[in-house]
């Protein structure tokens, strides 16, 4: 609480400073509670002070200095609610009073208003530009309502200042990482199956070392979009990586032959080819066409490698690993991802955000005896939290302890029932309980996930324990279905993906 310390000694000054005048004329008394409610704020007794203030405001009604101090004696004592009324009338009378302002914001992000904070936020910012903290509180601010260029501006604004902290990096790269995935689902939805889509998909293989598949988007967005900048490059890195130096240089003399793209048509592809990737972002908005958020998704993604790269550089701290944990998992490597939520939690223990991130990497790397006392530990702050009992549950489920999963899962299902993980692992749990019947109705409503036929064939297996052999039957057939045409997909991606010899 580095900036709650400022404050108390900033505003014992300013209230001194504007309470000096009212005091020259009024009575001892005054004057003692005054130092009083001074001394509390000092030692920090701060629930003490609250009412040393209110007696103060009353009989000095209007006084700014007073109505801050018990405002900020409000809310340090755990009362942000009638703190925010307070703060609000010194800036009915002082409007660019600072303190005000950032007590105000302070208020509402502890009442989780996140969005009544952005406003006095900014106005502090605007008053004294140099302003750290309320810097740093609006750019995280408009990060948590997903406002994240804006964010981003104000972390950029951090990163000129301080440059050694690793918390403005990481609050830049996450900013930058959501608007490239912000660009990308938008052209997902507009355009699907174009080459665009297919190179954006191919850099995703790439990161997460499914050389074969990437291999196969890169060609399908060539064959789509035969110029587009760079992809003969990434097609060189695939070879590269799959020991085809030969092949690789082809590609990559490709590269080098193609024309340079009209930059008054393509602005925000020349920008990016030049490095200037913020000008890339800028000129691709600009558009909103396919090709316009695909350069935007790059050059945002571009930037966020950079961000962090920037944080890789400075002394060991939580947020690289923290950032090396979020990479890990996103390439699918859960046990890794959780060795690094273990390191990040060894320089800052017992951060619970850190602990929530190891216990579900745990979880997705199948490591369940070590992640259930975990998740136990926060069911017993969170009974009621769908995801907690889901994880649990399933966790237990696959620990073969078949009747201890089933009332978390069904607690899951209840206070979530849309959540068809837990669905599906409740119908599992009741069909291994010997429930057929009770597994039943979890299995059906779980039915949308099914993508490999598995849910269909327990639903078959549990059809056929109750007697209702057409519906086995029916079910049977369809898992049957589902997994030859998973085979036929597979051996048909499998003649298709084969890393061949430049075209």
Not at 200 to 216: I, M
Not at 421 to 431: K, N, Y
């Amino acid at each position: 609480m580095r900036w709650s310390a400022f404050l108390l000694a900033s505003t014992a000054l300013f209230a001194q400073s504007l309470f000096a005048q009212s005091l020259f004329a009024q009575s001892e008394e005054l004057a003692r509670q005054s130092q009083r409610g001074k001394q509390l704020m000092a030692e920090g007794r701060f629930a003490d002070a609250v009412p040393v203030y209110r007696q103060l405001v009353k009989a000095l009604p209007g006084n700014p200095g007073l109505l801050l101090n018990l405002g900020l004696a409000e809310r340090m004592a755990g009362q942000p609610g009638p703190a925010i009324a307070h703060f609000e009338a010194v800036l009915k009378l002082q409007p660019g009073n600072l303190p005000a302002l950032i007590s105000l914001a302070s208020a509402h992000l502890e009442l989780d208003e996140t969005r009544a904070a952005i406003d006095p936020l900014l106005k502090a910012v605007a008053i004294e530009p140099g302003n750290r903290d309320a810097r740093s509180m609006l750019a995280g601010a408009l990060f948590a309502v997903d406002r994240f260029e804006p964010a981003a501006e104000q972390y950029r604004a951090l990163a000129r200042t301080t440059p050694g902290e690793p918390q403005v990096w990481l609050g830049l790269g996450r900013s930058y990482e959501s608007l490239a995935g912000r660009a990308f689902r938008e052209l997902e939805k507009s355009a699907p199956k174009s080459g665009y889509m297919a190179a954006l998909l191919a850099d995703t293989r790439l990161q997460r070392r499914q050389y074969r598949s990437a291999f196969f988007l890169y060609r399908q967005a060539l064959d789509q979009v035969p110029g587009l900048a760079r992809i003969h490059a990434s097609i060189a890195e695939v070879y590269r990586r799959t020991d085809h130096a030969g092949w690789a240089a082809a590609e990559e003399q490709k590269e080098k032959s193609l024309a340079p793209p009209d930059c008054a048509a393509h602005a925000a592809a020349c920008h990016f080819l030049a490095g200037r990737y913020l000008e890339a972002a800028a000129a691709a908005k600009l558009r909103g066409s396919p090709e316009a958020l695909f350069w935007q998704s790059k050059a945002y993604d571009e930037m966020a490698r950079q961000a962090y790269g920037q944080l890789g550089k400075l002394p060991e701290s939580p947020q690289i690993h923290e950032v090396k944990a979020t990479i890990m998992r996103a390439q699918g490597q859960a046990l890794e991802s959780a060795k690094e939520w273990r390191e990040a939690l060894r320089l800052a223990p017992d951060n619970p955000r850190y602990e929530r991130e190891l216990a579900n990497s745990l979880y997705l790397a199948g490591d369940y005896k070590n992640a259930v006392p975990m998740i136990e530990q926060f069911l017993k702050s969170e009974p009621e939290s769908a995801q907690w009992n889901l994880l649990e549950g399933d966790s237990l489920l696959h620990l073969e302890e078949v009747a201890k999963s089933i009332p978390y899962l069904e607690k899951a299902v209840l206070r979530d029932p849309r959540l068809l993980p837990a669905q599906a692992s409740l119908g599992l749990a009741e069909s291994r309980a010997g429930k057929p019947a009770a597994a039943i109705p979890h299995l059906e409503a779980a039915l949308p996930m099914d993508d490999d036929g598995s849910l269909h064939y327990q639903l078959a297996r549990a059809y056929q324990a109750v007697g209702l052999a057409e519906k086995a039957r029916k079910a049977m057939s369809e898992y049957q279905e589902t997994q030859r045409k998973a085979q036929s997909d597979k051996e048909e991606l499998t003649r298709e993906m084969q890393i061949g010899p430049p075209k």
